[in-house]
Protein backbone atom coordinates (compact mmCIF):
# COMPACT_ATOMS: atom_id res chain seq x y z
CA UNK A 1 0.00 0.00 0.00
CA UNK A 2 2.60 2.32 0.81
CA UNK A 3 4.42 1.71 -2.05
CA UNK A 4 1.55 2.05 -4.68
CA UNK A 5 1.09 5.36 -2.59
CA UNK A 6 4.59 6.76 -3.10
CA UNK A 7 4.33 5.44 -6.93
CA UNK A 8 0.90 7.33 -7.08
CA UNK A 9 2.57 10.57 -5.72
CA UNK A 10 5.28 10.02 -8.40
CA UNK A 11 3.00 9.92 -11.06
CA UNK A 12 1.23 12.50 -9.95
CA UNK A 13 4.65 15.32 -9.44
CA UNK A 14 5.74 14.33 -12.79
CA UNK A 15 1.99 15.11 -14.05
CA UNK A 16 2.35 18.34 -12.58
CA UNK A 17 5.51 18.95 -13.88
CA UNK A 18 5.01 17.66 -16.92
CA UNK A 19 2.28 20.28 -17.52
CA UNK A 20 4.23 23.13 -15.92
CA UNK A 21 5.27 25.40 -18.63
CA UNK A 22 7.47 26.75 -15.54
CA UNK A 23 9.49 23.52 -15.73
CA UNK A 24 9.47 22.94 -19.14
CA UNK A 25 11.68 26.25 -19.46
CA UNK A 26 13.65 25.27 -16.85
CA UNK A 27 14.51 21.74 -17.63
CA UNK A 28 14.91 23.10 -21.59
CA UNK A 29 16.96 25.61 -20.48
CA UNK A 30 19.83 23.40 -18.10
CA UNK A 31 19.96 20.52 -21.48
CA UNK A 32 20.93 23.94 -23.63
CA UNK A 33 23.54 24.49 -21.13
CA UNK A 34 24.52 21.08 -20.96
CA UNK A 35 24.44 20.66 -24.56
CA UNK A 36 26.16 24.23 -24.81
CA UNK A 37 29.12 22.85 -22.94
CA UNK A 38 29.54 19.75 -24.64
CA UNK A 39 29.48 21.58 -28.14
CA UNK A 40 32.31 24.01 -26.03
CA UNK A 41 35.01 21.19 -24.89
CA UNK A 42 34.41 19.42 -28.58
CA UNK A 43 35.50 22.93 -29.90
CA UNK A 44 38.22 23.47 -27.50
CA UNK A 45 39.34 19.61 -28.44
CA UNK A 46 39.31 20.41 -31.94
CA UNK A 47 41.30 23.47 -31.60
CA UNK A 48 44.39 21.35 -29.29
CA UNK A 49 44.48 18.40 -32.28
CA UNK A 50 44.55 21.54 -34.93
CA UNK A 51 47.52 23.17 -33.20
CA UNK A 52 49.32 19.94 -32.83
CA UNK A 53 49.16 18.30 -35.63
CA UNK A 54 47.89 20.80 -38.54
CA UNK A 55 49.66 18.86 -41.44
CA UNK A 56 47.12 15.69 -41.43
CA UNK A 57 44.42 18.11 -42.28
CA UNK A 58 40.58 17.25 -41.62
CA UNK A 59 41.15 13.91 -40.03
CA UNK A 60 38.36 11.09 -38.64
CA UNK A 61 39.73 12.45 -35.62
CA UNK A 62 39.31 16.37 -36.17
CA UNK A 63 35.76 15.87 -38.22
CA UNK A 64 34.17 13.61 -35.13
CA UNK A 65 35.06 17.04 -32.83
CA UNK A 66 33.89 18.91 -35.39
CA UNK A 67 30.60 17.44 -35.99
CA UNK A 68 30.37 17.31 -32.24
CA UNK A 69 30.83 20.51 -31.51
CA UNK A 70 28.38 21.43 -34.68
CA UNK A 71 25.45 18.54 -33.57
CA UNK A 72 25.62 19.93 -29.56
CA UNK A 73 25.74 23.84 -30.37
CA UNK A 74 22.37 23.30 -32.80
CA UNK A 75 20.58 21.14 -29.95
CA UNK A 76 21.41 24.37 -27.56
CA UNK A 77 20.11 26.51 -29.61
CA UNK A 78 17.14 24.69 -30.08
CA UNK A 79 16.16 24.13 -26.78
CA UNK A 80 16.44 27.53 -26.10
CA UNK A 81 14.14 28.67 -28.89
CA UNK A 82 12.11 25.47 -28.03
CA UNK A 83 8.91 27.60 -27.59
CA UNK A 84 9.72 29.49 -31.16
CA UNK A 85 10.38 26.01 -32.38
CA UNK A 86 6.95 24.72 -31.70
CA UNK A 87 5.25 27.51 -33.28
CA UNK A 88 6.76 26.68 -36.66
CA UNK A 89 4.71 26.66 -39.73
CA UNK A 90 4.00 24.25 -41.52
CA UNK A 91 4.17 21.90 -38.84
CA UNK A 92 6.50 19.45 -40.54
CA UNK A 93 9.01 22.02 -40.40
CA UNK A 94 9.17 21.45 -36.72
CA UNK A 95 9.57 17.64 -36.91
CA UNK A 96 13.09 18.51 -39.47
CA UNK A 97 14.14 21.06 -36.89
CA UNK A 98 13.61 18.64 -33.74
CA UNK A 99 14.61 15.36 -35.83
CA UNK A 100 17.58 16.63 -37.74
CA UNK A 101 20.29 16.32 -34.74
CA UNK A 102 18.93 13.26 -34.07
CA UNK A 103 20.55 11.92 -37.42
CA UNK A 104 23.77 14.10 -37.16
CA UNK A 105 24.46 12.66 -33.68
CA UNK A 106 24.05 9.60 -35.40
CA UNK A 107 26.37 10.57 -38.04
CA UNK A 108 29.05 11.55 -35.35
CA UNK A 109 29.12 8.83 -33.37
CA UNK A 110 28.62 6.56 -36.59
CA UNK A 111 32.11 8.35 -37.16
CA UNK A 112 33.39 7.43 -33.93
CA UNK A 113 33.04 3.92 -34.59
CA UNK A 114 34.23 4.06 -38.05
CA UNK A 115 37.53 5.44 -36.40
CA UNK A 116 37.80 2.18 -34.16
CA UNK A 117 37.06 0.08 -37.03
CA UNK A 118 39.82 1.60 -39.08
CA UNK A 119 42.27 0.96 -36.09
CA UNK A 120 41.04 -2.56 -35.43
CA UNK A 121 41.73 -3.20 -39.24
CA UNK A 122 44.64 -1.98 -40.10
CA UNK A 123 46.10 -3.68 -36.09
CA UNK A 124 45.04 -7.17 -37.57
CA UNK A 125 46.42 -6.14 -41.04
CA UNK A 126 43.23 -6.47 -43.13
CA UNK A 127 41.80 -4.05 -45.86
CA UNK A 128 39.83 -1.33 -44.67
CA UNK A 129 38.56 -0.51 -48.17
CA UNK A 130 35.37 -1.10 -47.43
CA UNK A 131 34.66 0.35 -44.11
CA UNK A 132 33.92 4.26 -45.68
CA UNK A 133 31.85 2.98 -48.53
CA UNK A 134 29.77 1.08 -45.85
CA UNK A 135 29.95 4.41 -43.62
CA UNK A 136 28.67 6.70 -46.31
CA UNK A 137 26.36 3.72 -47.56
CA UNK A 138 24.52 3.36 -44.01
CA UNK A 139 23.89 6.93 -43.34
CA UNK A 140 22.69 7.12 -46.64
CA UNK A 141 19.88 4.62 -46.00
CA UNK A 142 18.94 6.23 -42.94
CA UNK A 143 18.73 9.72 -44.12
CA UNK A 144 17.18 8.81 -47.43
CA UNK A 145 14.56 6.78 -45.21
CA UNK A 146 13.97 9.52 -43.07
CA UNK A 147 13.37 12.02 -45.55
CA UNK A 148 10.41 10.01 -46.73
CA UNK A 149 8.95 9.77 -43.67
CA UNK A 150 8.80 13.39 -43.79
CA UNK A 151 7.46 13.73 -46.89
CA UNK A 152 4.82 11.32 -45.98
CA UNK A 153 4.06 13.13 -42.88
CA UNK A 154 3.90 16.55 -44.53
CA UNK A 155 1.37 14.63 -47.05
CA UNK A 156 -0.58 13.39 -44.33
CA UNK A 157 0.03 13.91 -40.99
CA UNK A 158 -1.19 11.44 -39.30
CA UNK A 159 -0.27 9.96 -35.42
CA UNK A 160 1.24 7.03 -37.12
CA UNK A 161 3.66 8.01 -38.91
CA UNK A 162 4.53 10.10 -36.13
CA UNK A 163 4.93 6.86 -33.86
CA UNK A 164 6.73 5.03 -36.81
CA UNK A 165 9.51 8.05 -37.28
CA UNK A 166 10.17 7.32 -33.09
CA UNK A 167 10.00 3.34 -34.12
CA UNK A 168 12.62 4.08 -36.95
CA UNK A 169 14.87 6.41 -34.90
CA UNK A 170 14.42 3.80 -32.04
CA UNK A 171 16.21 0.96 -34.72
CA UNK A 172 18.68 3.69 -35.96
CA UNK A 173 19.95 3.93 -32.02
CA UNK A 174 19.41 0.45 -30.94
CA UNK A 175 22.10 -0.39 -34.16
CA UNK A 176 24.46 2.39 -33.12
CA UNK A 177 24.40 0.26 -30.08
CA UNK A 178 25.35 -2.98 -31.70
CA UNK A 179 28.01 -0.98 -33.54
CA UNK A 180 29.69 -0.02 -30.34
CA UNK A 181 29.47 -2.82 -28.65
CA UNK A 182 30.89 -4.52 -31.87
CA UNK A 183 33.72 -2.78 -32.67
CA UNK A 184 34.35 -1.00 -29.35
CA UNK A 185 34.82 -4.32 -27.75
CA UNK A 186 36.54 -6.00 -30.33
CA UNK A 187 39.63 -3.36 -30.22
CA UNK A 188 39.14 -2.86 -26.56
CA UNK A 189 39.96 -6.96 -26.65
CA UNK A 190 42.52 -6.82 -28.70
CA UNK A 191 44.40 -3.53 -26.58
CA UNK A 192 43.85 -5.96 -23.56
CA UNK A 193 46.34 -8.58 -25.51
CA UNK A 194 48.86 -6.32 -25.63
CA UNK A 195 51.37 -5.81 -22.41
CA UNK A 196 50.17 -2.54 -20.51
CA UNK A 197 53.51 -1.16 -19.80
CA UNK A 198 53.38 2.56 -20.03
CA UNK A 199 50.48 4.89 -18.60
CA UNK A 200 49.97 6.58 -21.74
CA UNK A 201 48.55 3.04 -22.98
CA UNK A 202 46.94 1.98 -20.21
CA UNK A 203 45.15 5.28 -19.94
CA UNK A 204 44.24 4.85 -23.97
CA UNK A 205 43.13 1.19 -22.82
CA UNK A 206 40.66 2.87 -20.12
CA UNK A 207 39.31 5.49 -22.43
CA UNK A 208 38.06 2.94 -24.71
CA UNK A 209 36.62 0.61 -22.30
CA UNK A 210 34.91 3.87 -20.77
CA UNK A 211 33.41 5.56 -24.05
CA UNK A 212 32.37 1.94 -25.40
CA UNK A 213 30.60 1.18 -22.23
CA UNK A 214 28.71 4.59 -22.10
CA UNK A 215 28.21 5.15 -26.04
CA UNK A 216 26.65 1.89 -26.03
CA UNK A 217 24.06 2.45 -22.87
CA UNK A 218 23.27 5.86 -24.19
CA UNK A 219 22.25 4.91 -27.44
CA UNK A 220 20.58 1.76 -25.66
CA UNK A 221 18.86 4.10 -23.46
CA UNK A 222 18.15 6.17 -26.40
CA UNK A 223 16.28 3.31 -28.02
CA UNK A 224 14.20 2.15 -25.15
CA UNK A 225 12.66 5.69 -24.41
CA UNK A 226 11.97 6.20 -28.43
CA UNK A 227 10.07 2.65 -28.00
CA UNK A 228 8.54 3.56 -24.79
CA UNK A 229 7.24 7.24 -25.93
CA UNK A 230 6.00 5.20 -28.69
CA UNK A 231 3.48 3.06 -26.49
CA UNK A 232 2.52 5.75 -24.45
CA UNK A 233 1.65 7.31 -27.90
CA UNK A 234 -0.05 4.12 -29.13
CA UNK A 235 -2.12 4.20 -25.26
CA UNK A 236 -3.50 7.80 -25.88
CA UNK A 237 -4.49 6.24 -29.47
CA UNK A 238 -6.48 3.47 -27.98
CA UNK A 239 -8.25 5.61 -25.08
CA UNK A 240 -8.96 8.38 -27.56
CA UNK A 241 -10.36 5.56 -30.14
CA UNK A 242 -12.48 4.30 -27.17
CA UNK A 243 -13.90 7.54 -26.57
CA UNK A 244 -15.25 7.86 -29.73
Known sequence: AAA?????????????V???????????HALAVLYGIVSVVALVQLIRIECRVPEYGWTTQKVFHF????????????????RNVQLIQPEILQHVVLDMPGLAFFTTYALLVLFWAEIYYQARAMSTDGLRPTFYWINGVVYAIQIILWLVLWWKPVRVMVILSKMFFAG?????????????????LMLQRFPVESKGRRKKLQEVGYVTTICFTCFLI???????????????IKRLTLMF
Open 67 to 82: LNFIVNGVRAIVFVLR
Open 18 to 28: NDSPMWQDRIF
Open 222 to 236: RCVMHVISRCVSMHL
Open 4 to 16: AAALNGAVDWWKD
Open 172 to 188: VSLFAAFGFLLYGGRLF
